[in-house]
């Protein structure tokens, strides 16, 4: 068990008073929380831990005192009751934690690592969540150790029935829910790195909440709509080129919408695309089709710099701040889906929703029976198994298969 007392810190201040102070001691390792006052040594009885008759308020310290006794013993019971294997600073951080170690302070300089890291999804992403687990908390701070898998279940039920979801939906869907926990986990992680939390504290662990993220169906764009997406005429200049980056993101392998508007005539050697997906930093080359350079000698200018951009949507933007270049990047990639939904689709008579993002859909869909090991380096995935799981919602052949198989085993035809 951990012993709490109070003390006279022996740490003479310019004032010549010396500070009184909780001392929190298990297995010999002592960790203390300054409380408010100072006095004299000559005040202090160290064997009752009193302040003497001497100090003109003797009577309301010491009642004060007693009062941060009885708290400090109940919150040192309560995390002891909890868990079998606690340490001295681990009780120190249950009464009093300091401001830097609560949960919100370090959300915080979380959000502002990702911010300074340049990460702007992620920290646009992040940031609602948060406060969405603030707003559950009634916007107070909440130290590490009091966060359980049993607050974070009330936190799903409150997103569930409680928080309000976007425009057009009842409820908000579990893949969100699972992304506010996801946030809060990388909250955690973030803390292990700094020290203030150990890896069995964490509510995420073994034995905790675990978080299960639904299957969602990948559908691209057939064949037939690809074709009509290649051929339909389109005379607004702003739809051909939204149109244009769709297909050469298709004939790329279903390059991402953001290394498309990155891409440098620089890229372009050999006949070869040579880039750095900028989501895993993976690099690799991919020849370029007939149909890919037809599009990109469409956006050949008088200024034949190789450092210039091949497509115009980043031009003026400021490369050397990571985080609003994420940021313009994802302000083009939202005005090129409108365009696509509202003006493309509709002009090639494509039902599905068509965005930027599809074009990788598509490209898998109608990747099926090629070699898994050459579908990741075109996919630029560091592991097999995350090509594997990709490609699992396109091939469908073998359950077909058995599905036609069974259904056929009955000779009679439906009336």
């Known amino acids: ?70 708290e400090s013993n109940d919150q040192a019971l309560e995390i002891e009751t909890k868990k079998s294997h606690v340490s001295a600073k681990a009780v120190r951080n249950k009464i009093k934690p300091s401001t830097k170690e609560t949960f919100f302070a370090q959300a915080q300089a979380f959000l502002n690592y990702l911010k300074t890291s340049g990460k702007y999804n992620q920290y646009t992403s992040d940031k609602p969540r948060i406060s969405h687990f603030k707003t559950f908390l009634h916007k107070e701070d909440i130290a590490f150790s009091d966060i359980n898998a049993g607050l974070l279940d009330r936190f799903v039920a409150y997103l569930k029935s409680s928080h309000k979801p976007k425009r057009g939906k009842n409820r908000i869907g579990d893949r969100t829910i699972a992304n506010h926990l996801v946030t809060l986990r990388s909250v955690y992680a973030f803390a292990r790195k700094n020290g203030i939390v150990a890896k069995h504290e964490s509510p995420f662990g073994d034995g905790g909440i675990k978080i299960k993220f639904p299957e969602s169906s990948k559908i691209g764009l057939s064949i037939n709509e690809i074709s009509a997406l290649e051929t339909v005429a389109l005379v607004e200049p702003s739809h051909n080129h939204a149109r244009n980056l769709w297909l050469i993101a298709f004939y790329f392998a279903g390059m991402r919408a953001s290394d498309v508007l990155r891409m440098r005539w620089h890229d372009i050697q050999n006949e070869r695309l040579h880039y750095t997906m900028g989501k895993n930093k993976k690099t690799g080359s991919l020849m370029i089709a007939d149909k890919a350079r037809k599009i990109l000698d469409q ?68 990747a099926t029976g090629v070699d898994i090991r050459t579908l990741q380096y075109m996919f630029r995935h560091n592991k097999l198994e995350t090509t594997e799981g990709y490609m699992g919602n396109f091939v469908h052949h073998e359950s077909d298969a058995a599905l036609t198989a069974i259904i056929n085993k009955t000779k009679a035809e439906p009336l």
Not at 4 to 32: M, Q, W
Not at 53 to 60: A, F, G, L, T, Y
Not at 329 to 348: E, G, H, Q, T
């Open 299 to 366: 956006y050949i200018t008088t200024d034949t710099s190789k450092s210039n951009l091949i497509f115009p949507d980043l031009k003026g933007c400021d490369f050397t701040d990571a985080f609003k270049t994420q940021r313009s990047i994802a302000f083009r990639i939202s005005a090129i889906d409108k365009c696509l939904r509202l003006n493309v689709a509709p002009a090639a008579s494509i039902e599905k929703k068509l965005t930027m993002h599809l074009a990788r859909h598509s490209f898998a869909q109608l």
């Open 1 to 70: 068990m951990a012993s709490v007392k109070i003390i006279l810190r022996n740490e003479k201040k310019s004032d010549g008073l010396f500070p009184l102070a909780i001392r929190i001691t298990k297995d010999r390792k002592s960790s203390y929380i300054y409380l408010e006052y100072r006095i004299a040594l000559s005040d202090w009885d160290k064997k009752s831990q009193k302040v003497k008759r001497s100090h003109p308020n003797h009577v309301r310290l010491n009642n004060y005192l007693l009062q941060k006794l009885a």
